[in-house]
Structures are given as structure tokens and as C-alpha cells.
């Protein structure tokens, strides 16, 4: 496979489950990126990871908690969400943090919180 | 601090019709300016971009070109097609850290 994959595609969660967001990147880069895309809402950068390191956490609620085990993978852990934490979770990638390199995107998960 | 401004959509036009949607930013420093479309039910997708001034980024028809003196990167196309129906969202990047989209501009193409 190529490019950013993301699993799953779709994800109906209660407000008191646990699941995961799981990121894959096949190209090559050290940076990794989670973005929330809401309706109506300029995307909003969440979490930047650089070489496995979190470099940026844009005061994210801690419901939220990603994981990077290495430089291809990124995952994002989701507890006790509230249903306006409905929204598609884009994963990126690009070849270094802190520059201004491409950023290539995931296809997104369509959360939805009941 | 930095910013990115799109023209609001939606925007409708007839297949073969001239596309502009406006893009100004804001920013300290050299950016670089991007265009990504999205597709229903996709993620972003890099349509084109420029890292400097009076480059010009193109792809599949689009057109922008990066205007540091009007702060500006329109995106055009001379003849649209319905499959160009889909979100165009502006960006800027001056640092990975803090990458800046625009609201998105919907287009729909109609035969």
C-alpha cells in the first residue's frame, strides 16, 4: 500500500467506550499529524509527532490520547468522549516537523459519538 | 499571526465554466501555500503548491500563483468538469508545527 492509510473508516462510539484511531504512513517520512475536521470549522491541528517525539499538543482535551510506537504508525486513543467530539480525524504525514514540506493526507475516520 | 481567507462558497457552475475561487493570507516570513481538494467522503488530497514567490503551482488543469505583493494565491481553472465537483481548501505553511487551512470553498459542476 501506498501513501496514508487510516482504520477504521467508519467509528459509532457510546460516550463511555474506549476505541482507537490507527494511522499508517508508507512514505517514508519522520513527521506525523492528527488534524479534526468538524462541520463548518477550519481544520484544527491537534498533535504534531516528530521521529516517535510529541512536538505539539494544541490543548487538546485529555479524552484524547495519541501514540506514535514509531515513525510509521500513529494512533489516536479515544476515552469518555462527549458527542460534540463528532467529527472526521484526519491523520498526515510529511517528511519533517517544523519545516514547510507537503503534507499528505489519510482518508479520515467519520467519528461519531452518541 | 498566520491566517489563511477564502472566498465562501458554495459555488455552482456549468461544466466548461471559468473557476476562480480567492485565497489572501497572512503571514511572517516566506510560507509556503498549498491547495488541497477533498472528494466526498475522502481525506485532503494536494491539488498543487508554491514555496515562494511568483511560483506558479499547477495540476490537472488548476492554476495558483503565489502574489507576495497582494498576499494572495487564487486558484483558477478555464474549464471546469462536473468530476472537479468537491471542497478546495487553501493552506498555508510557514511551520509544520502550525499548518493554517482556510474554511473551504465547496464547488459543484453541473452538466
Known amino acids: 500500500e501506498t501513501g496514508v492509510t487510516q482504520t477504521p473508516r467508519h467509528l459509532v462510539m457510546g460516550m463511555t467506550n474506549k476505541k482507537s484511531l490507527k494511522c499508517e504512513q508508507h512514505?517514508?517520512?519522520?513527521?506525523m499529524y492528527w488534524y479534526k475536521q468538524s462541520a463548518k470549522k477550519p481544520l484544527e491541528l491537534m498533535f504534531v509527532?516528530?521521529?516517535?517525539?510529541?512536538?505539539e499538543n494544541n490543548s487538546v482535551p485529555s479524552r484524547f490520547s495519541p501514540e506514535c510506537p514509531n515513525s510509521s504508525h500513529l494512533f489516536l486513543h479515544l476515552h469518555t468522549l462527549q458527542p460534540e467530539d463528532s467529527a472526521l480525524y484526519l491523520c498526515?504525514?510529511?517528511?519533517?516537523?517544523?519545516?514547510?514540506?507537503?503534507?499528505?493526507f489519510g482518508p479520515g475516520t467519520r467519528l461519531t459519538v452518541l | 499571526g498566520n491566517s489563511v481567507t477564502q472566498m465562501e462558497g458554495p459555488v455552482t457552475l456549468s461544466e466548461e465554466a471559468f473557476l476562480t475561487i480567492n485565497c489572501t493570507y497572512t503571514?511572517?516570513?516566506?510560507?509556503?501555500l498549498f491547495w488541497y481538494v477533498q472528494y466526498p467522503g475522502e481525506g485532503l488530497q494536494l491539488l498543487l503548491k508554491?514555496?515562494?514567490?511568483?511560483d506558479k503551482g499547477s495540476n490537472k488543469g488548476f492554476e495558483a500563483t503565489y502574489r507576495k505583493e497582494t498576499t494572495s494565491f487564487h486558484l483558477e481553472k478555464g474549464s471546469v468538469q462536473v468530476s472537479d465537483s468537491a471542497v478546495y481548501f487553501c493552506a498555508l505553511n510557514y511551520n509544520n508545527n502550525d499548518m493554517r487551512f482556510g474554511a473551504g470553498t465547496r464547488l459543484t459542476v453541473k452538466p
Open positions: 512514505l517514508g517520512h519522520n513527521a
Open positions: 508554491a514555496t515562494k514567490a511568483d
Open positions: 498526515a504525514s510529511s517528511q519533517d516537523a517544523g519545516g514547510t514540506d507537503t503534507q499528505y
Open positions: 509527532y516528530s521521529l516517535e517525539e510529541r512536538v
Open positions: 503571514a511572517t516570513g516566506y510560507p509556503s
